[in-house]
């Protein structure tokens, strides 16, 4: 137990937090439970910071942000519950979604930042690890001021130059350690809107540093020449974002939102939810449709009557296609399922645009 809430399992790890399952004892609640693991406990300003930034991340009431439910110290380590998400995020999707299902997050990341942007809140954390997704496939943005607060926390690493936050999508005012604004944000959503649709981030690499210098003078390498197929609009839009200046992005995320819609207006026709990928074979081969087979195999065998094959294959074959129709959706559609434009195959894994 920690506090009111009983520990299920531990869900994942991050660089500055353990993220666990747990239940509300009292009100029988499943919550994600965020410890913060490398917080001081003896830093009364970083307390007070952190404080700060979980009340400003409760402040946030949209549907494209985590909704936070509570923050308390336990035993001198510093805990937030907020809203659990058993599909997790998005990064096990990343590089597979469908130019429809690709709008959806990018409407739904801008959509939340805008709303951020209203309330002077800044992420400086944004990446595919925090954009969570809901049973419905829309995303929400986790860990909002968080960051900031983490890096606080961790102050001895801010003092030697390094800074907090994952470096491939840190914008390059971020990546010099000056003071940073909503534009590191867009910047950040430039970088996942890049990786959706190429399926890697522009600037990779072993060594954090070396990343970090890219983003400063490295000139972004054009989506064009990673992902022929791209929409030229939604290409210059993504291109934006990642002006190095941040004076040269979009003024704010509910402008960057507006003509992103117009884009999707022209791009696709039909926006999709963000589903998994379509679990055929799985359903055939359930133990259920297994069991039935065998059942009737052995009946027909044992009794010699062909009425009873016809029967049961009959059975059978409704069986199959209730699982099969019942089962989620594939993540890239044809052009008959999305209405959208044809385009060339490129594989079944990558996201594909109409030229
Ligand atoms: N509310 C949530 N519901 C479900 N899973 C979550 C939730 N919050 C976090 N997770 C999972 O726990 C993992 C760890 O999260 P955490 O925020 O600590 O690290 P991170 O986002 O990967 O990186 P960082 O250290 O930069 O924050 C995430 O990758 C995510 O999959
Ligand atoms: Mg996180």
């Not at 137990?1 to 666990?20: L, P, S, W």
């Not at 308390?72 to 805990?79: A, I, V």
């Not at 940073?180 to 867009?186: E, K």
């Not at 934006?240 to 507006?258: D, I, M, N, Y």
């Amino acid at each position: 137990m920690i506090g009111r809430y009983e520990i299920v399992r531990e869900i994942g790890r991050g660089a500055n937090a353990a993220v666990y399952l747990a239940r509300h004892s009292a009100l029988n609640k499943f919550v994600a439970l965020k410890e913060l693991s490398r917080f001081d406990a003896g830093d009364e300003t970083a307390a007070a910071r952190f404080l700060h930034e979980a009340q400003l991340a409760a402040s946030l009431t949209h549907p494209n942000t985590v909704t936070v439910y509570d923050y308390f110290e336990h035993e001198g380590t510093p805990y937030i519950a907020m809203e659990y998400f058993e599909r997790g995020s998005l990064r096990p999707l990343v590089g597979r979604l469908s130019p429809a299902e690709i709008f959806t997050v990018l409407e739904g990341l801008l959509a939340g930042l805008a709303c951020a942007e209203g309330h002077g809140v800044v992420h400086r954390d944004l990446k595919p690890e925090n954009l969570m997704l809901t049973d419905d496939g829309q995303i929400k943005i986790a860990d909002f001021g968080i960051a900031k607060a983490s890096a606080t926390a961790t102050a001895n690493l801010t003092r030697t130059g390094l800074v907090v936050g994952a470096p491939a999508y840190m914008a390059p005012e971020q990546a010099r350690g000056e003071e940073t604004g909503p534009g590191a944000d867009l910047y950040s959503a430039g970088i996942i809107a890049y990786e959706l649709v190429t399926g890697t981030v522009p600037y990779s690499g072993a060594d954090p540093m070396s990343i970090l210098w890219c983003h400063v003078h490295e000139p972004l390498p054009p989506l064009a020449s990673r992902e022929p197929d791209v929409d030229a609009r939604f290409a210059r839009w993504i291109e934006h974002l990642l002006e190095k200046e941040p004076s040269r992005r979009p003024v704010g995320a509910r402008e960057a939102l507006e003509e992103l819609r117009a884009i999707k207006d022209e791009v696709v026709e039909r926006p999709m939810p963000v589903r998994p990928p379509r679990r055929t074979v799985s359903a055939i081969l359930s133990p259920l449709n297994l069991a039935v087979a065998l059942a009737v195999a052995v009946a027909a065998a044992v009794l010699d009557a062909i009425w009873l094959f016809a029967v049961g294959g009959a059975a059978y074959a409704a069986l199959v296609g209730i699982a099969y129709l019942s089962a989620p959706a594939p993540p890239a559609k044809t052009r008959d399922e999305t209405g959208e434009r044809p385009r060339r195959d490129r594989g079944p894994s990558r996201p594909r645009f109409g030229a």
